[in-house]
């Protein structure tokens, strides 16, 4: 497998006059994929002026993805990761077949099967909390090697150590890392305690 998606940062709520800032926060702390959901004010303006601005190796994406015509307007705007709630198998064949990375939402072995079979190569386990870590090692030991699994929902510092033990490639982070109304430096706090958990877990895990 190539280097993981690491963690993945969840900006719902987030403006367009604020997403410099805080996505700043963030790549200075080590992120290197950011998501803005599309429920968001103006998404598609907050992910333009990110993506513009983002350095090389951190790739900006779209969240909440629900429609072939989310995926088109999202990738006008700069958007190289589809981040979905649900596997809808037509959205996860445009994506992937315009060079992103869909990262469908998954929550049975059924449904992950079905987004892998329609292409996609990362999982969004939606929410994490009812899947649970020993429902991800089961699906570990039976989906394709290659197969990315990022728990989504609940993940924070008190158990982002316990996932990343057990196989995942990373983690979406939402309220536990941001919160609308949050200033960047509020955000550069958690993001750098969040990283560096991750980076420590992940080094035990695969040690050279």
């Known amino acids: 497998m190539n280097q ?11 403006r367009p006059d604020e997403i410099l800032a805080i996505g700043g926060a963030l790549i200075d702390a080590g992120f290197t994929a950011i ?33 072939v015509d989310d995926v088109v307007r999202a990738e ?3 958007a190289r990761i589809m981040v979905s709630p649900n596997a809808n198998p037509e959205v996860i064949a445009v994506a ?9 939402g998954v929550a049975t072995p ?5 987004a892998v079979d329609a292409g996609a190569r990362n999982l969004k386990l939606f929410p994490s909390d009812a899947v649970g870590i020993s429902g991800m090692k089961a699906w570990r030991a039976v989906l394709p090697a290659d197969i990315e699994m990022l728990p989504v929902g609940g993940v ?5 150590a316990d996932w990343i033990a057990a196989g995942a490639d990373g983690a979406g982070l939402g309220t536990n890392l941001y919160r609308p109304g949050d200033d960047a430096d509020a955000v550069a706090r958690r993001a750098r305690t969040l990283q ?13």
């Not at 993981?4 to 987030?14: D, K, S, W």
């Not at 968001?40 to 909440?64: K, M, N």
């Not at 560096?196 to 050279?208: G, Q, T, V």
């Open 110 to 114: 059924t449904e992950a099967f079905s």
């Open 196 to 208: 560096d958990i991750w980076s420590d877990a992940y080094a035990e895990r695969n040690p050279r």
């Open 156 to 160: 924070d510092e008190n158990n982002l």
């Open 4 to 14: 993981p998606t690491g963690l993945v940062a969840i900006l719902r709520g987030v």
């Open 35 to 67: 998501e803005i959901p599309l429920n968001s004010p103006d998404p598609f303006d907050s992910i333009e002026r990110l993506a513009a601005a983002a350095p090389e190796g951190c790739v900006i994406g779209a969240g909440t993805v629900l429609t």
């Open 96 to 104: 992937t077949r315009r060079g992103m990375r869909a990262y469908p």
């Open 76 to 78: 006008s705007a700069g």
